[in-house]
């Protein structure tokens, strides 16, 4: 009912910018490409942002974000996320050029997930390109029947002007400004995992919460003095469980994307459990500024890890098999963890936002205003 409803309020808004768009009495702005984003300050609305940014040095005034995908007629139209472009889509003027990403879901996250992939799969025809971020997902498209000709792989990007190595003694500056004792190993998840923009006390399962509780009990039982440091919200769930477990945390909701920074250099380790993930923007942004990333085999992982190289990957998606993987890199030596990081950091320019926005621009958008 609730999906119906949806539906519903959104072709009553979409409809009067169709008959003024095919009547002639609109024609929308002049601005070629909008890129439909979240009004929700989080990953989708970041991807916009930076692709925007960086197509306005390459060709002003081309690009624009927009949150009232309704109104708009006789563009590209590009929705950040699957799941908008379901929401507005196929009530939206067929004179546009429509995009989508899509960057994650299978049919086995669930019933809920297959239905919705389902319904995507039934929406490509209308669709002129569809965009993903990573090769696994990409794979995963193709085989499910998206033409070769619509699907491209862009990568999620990160600015390594921004986000780069820290200066001499700055991890203990910014550990000893949050209270972190001195030797604490510092283990870091920054992202949304939990239902909800509120609390966050239901768990969001793809995005395994579950599992990162249960990675630092593991390594706190071994006798590692494990420290979690949390951003982002709806945490409410891994706070409740590490606070069970006696693991201690702190947790900071920055109010700027760029405060992110201080406090990836202030980690060990950054720790991926999900279940399922487009990118994670975590990932490149921690490598970028030289912590060393333990993932799941999820997303853009494969595309950005060499495993044991420039991080590390664990193929099984458990709290065991990711917890001895964790334990890989805490035992490296101060040698091998910095040739580590220069090694993952080499690697990583190649996902600069400078280079992800050129690909948009001349993969995607240019070719459909021509």
Known sequence: MKNQLRSLKNMIKSLPWKILSKSGLYSGDKIPVKFVIEKADWAIKLVGENVKKEIDIL???????????YKI????????????????GKYMSQDNHF???????????????KIHID????????????????????E????????SN?????????????????????????RKSLNIPEHSLLIGSFQKDGSGWKDGLEPKIIKGPDLFVSTLKILASQGYPVF???????????????????????????????????????LDIYLITSREEGGPLGLLESVACGTPVASTNVGMAKDVIDNNVTGVISEEIDANSISQKVEYLIKMSSEQ??????????NISKFDWKIVAKEHWEKIYKPLLT
């Not at 007629?73 to 507005?88: D, E, I, P, R």
């Not at 995963?140 to 033409?147: A, D, I, Q």
């Open 337 to 346: 963890r910095k040739d580590l990081q220069h090694k993952a950091r080499k």
């Open 73 to 88: 007629v006789k563009s590209v139209v590009h929705f950040g996320s699957q799941y908008m472009w379901l929401n507005w």
């Open 99 to 113: 995009i989508t990403s899509f960057f994650h879901g299978k049919p086995e996250d669930g019933e809920e997930v």
């Open 228 to 266: 979690a440091l949390l951003t982002g919200p709806a945490r409410g769930y891994v706070k409740k469980e590490l606070s069970k477990y006696n693991i201690p945390f702190f947790h900071i909701y920055p109010k700027n994307h760029a405060d992110l920074i201080s406090l990836y250099h202030a």
């Open 119 to 138: 319904s995507f799969l039934k929406s490509v025809d209308r669709l002129d390109k569809v965009v993903t971020a990573s090769s696994l997902v990409e």
């Open 59 to 69: 060709s002003p005034g081309s690009i624009t974000l927009s949150t009232e995908p």
């Open 150 to 174: 619509k699907l491209f792989k862009i990568p999620l990007g990160v600015n390594t002007d921004l986000f780069k190595f820290p200066v001499d003694g700055a991890k203990e500056s910014i």
């Open 140 to 147: 995963r498209l193709s085989k499910w029947g998206v033409p």
